[in-house]
């Protein structure tokens, strides 16, 4: 895969059409949401559940099974239009229709498989505690999103990409070296083929415990030198060694439960004046779940902000800095992040309401000065007099030793 030519206005062209897409399938999904539920559609869906199920406990499944595909079906040329031609168009995309519906129906497989029984579940615990159905609920999110966030990389993200072990000996060598002197073990590093979808690069570490693995994507693998490769692993091992996993895992706690005790406070007065034109008089009516779909978008929206400057401030730049500090290669460091702002095609210097609303991660540009800052640190400066003076030989700089 040959490098591609640095072209800052493409990239900015392309995140400008990403963010318009974002708006739109945002707003589009809210009209379809409020579809749902103008004209009793969702009540009458519900009832037509009730005629179908077998079982008066299969209503709920049966209920969120045709209400999660209608949704998919709904957003699919959405999707399409975001996920496949924009990407042909700016060069990214390396699938054909074929292979990117395959991934979309297996996504769709991983989302029923998830949706179904969790809305069931969630609508007995309303039933059960009208009162403290949002406090049960939320306190049940937190083991299932940590549960998933360590699951999801081994068992699910397997059914997208295939993963060999890197035969990089010498490339595996110095990632192992790397993350036992910060006491992760890494038990195998892997090759992931991301270059069957697309020409973006990525890399994470996943597995349960102190045993871990890291996946790399083939384009990044073909794209970095080993010194750039090292850095980006230093970054994921930040994330380790930080439990950034934890801090995030914990402020989604923190979200969930305010926002599924404000879900509770707007609900159930809309329902009561609107019941009419709903349909439905109780949140225990699984002809509710557009409304609280509806509503739990809404509030999520309004939380990313404050979600994504947690990433970008504690967690990303923390793990930036970890990475400098551990290979003391800010050159490898901005040379790999100009690479891949220029493989996925990022805006280096977003506006500050996109910058807050869509990034979890700092800019590439705020990433390159923060490294030059590092660079030109006095601890650096004390490192390069350090390597200059091992060059010269024992004579130069007396009592300088690393």
């Not at 996504?107 to 498989?113: H, S």
């Not at 035969?167 to 992760?184: H, S």
């Amino acid at each position: 895969m040959g490098r591609r030519p640095d072209d800052p206005e493409r990239a900015i062209r392309y995140s400008r059409l990403r963010e318009l897409l974002f708006l739109v399938d945002l707003v589009w999904g809210w009209l379809t949401l409020l579809v749902w539920l103008g004209g009793r559609r969702s009540a009458r869906w519900r009832a037509t559940a009730r005629r179908l199920a077998p079982h008066p406990r299969l209503v709920d499944p049966l209920h969120a099974l045709g209400y999660s595909l209608a949704q998919w079906l709904v957003g699919l040329p959405l999707a399409y239009l975001g996920g496949y031609v924009v990407e042909h168009r700016f060069g990214l995309s390396t699938q054909t229709r074929v292979g990117w519906l395959a991934d979309q129906l297996k996504a769709l497989g991983v989302m029923l498989a998830l949706e179904v029984p969790l809305t069931g579940v969630a609508y007995a615990i309303i039933r059960r505690s009208p009162r403290w159905w949002w406090l049960i609920l939320a306190a049940l999110a937190l083991p299932f999103t940590a549960l998933l966030a360590q699951l999801w990389p081994v068992l699910i993200a397997p059914l997208f990409n295939r993963y060999q072990p890197l035969r990089d000996a010498a490339l595996v060598e110095r990632i192992r070296r790397l993350a036992e002197q910060r006491g992760v073990r890494v038990s195998a590093v892997l090759r992931m083929d991301m270059s069957r979808q697309t020409r973006k690069a990525n890399a994470f570490f996943a597995g349960l415990g102190r045993t871990k693995r890291i996946a790399l994507a083939d384009t990044l693998l073909d794209e970095l030198t080993p010194d750039e490769i090292v850095v980006v692993v230093a970054h994921e091992l930040g994330h380790q060694v930080h439990r950034d996993v934890w801090k995030l895992i914990g402020l989604s706690g923190l979200a969930t439960l305010g926002g599924a005790w404000l879900l509770d406070r707007i609900a159930r007065p809309l329902i009561r004046r609107e019941r009419e034109r709903f349909g439905f008089a109780s949140l225990a009516d699984p002809a509710s779940l557009p409304l609280l779909t509806l509503l739990g978008s809404v509030l999520g929206t309004l939380a990313l902000p404050l979600m994504n400057r947690f990433s970008r401030e504690v967690v990303e730049k923390g793990a930036d800095r970890y990475a400098l500090e551990q290979t003391r290669r800010p050159d490898a460091f901005i040379s790999a992040m100009e690479k891949l702002g220029r493989m996925n095609l990022s805006d280096p210097s977003p506006s500050a309401l996109v910058k807050a609303v869509l990034y979890s991660h700092p800019p590439i540009a705020e990433r390159i000065r923060a490294a030059r800052v590092f660079q030109a640190s006095p601890s650096m400066v004390g490192v390069a007099a350090n390597l200059a003076s091992r060059a010269a030989g024992p004579d130069a700089a007396p009592g300088e030793r690393m």
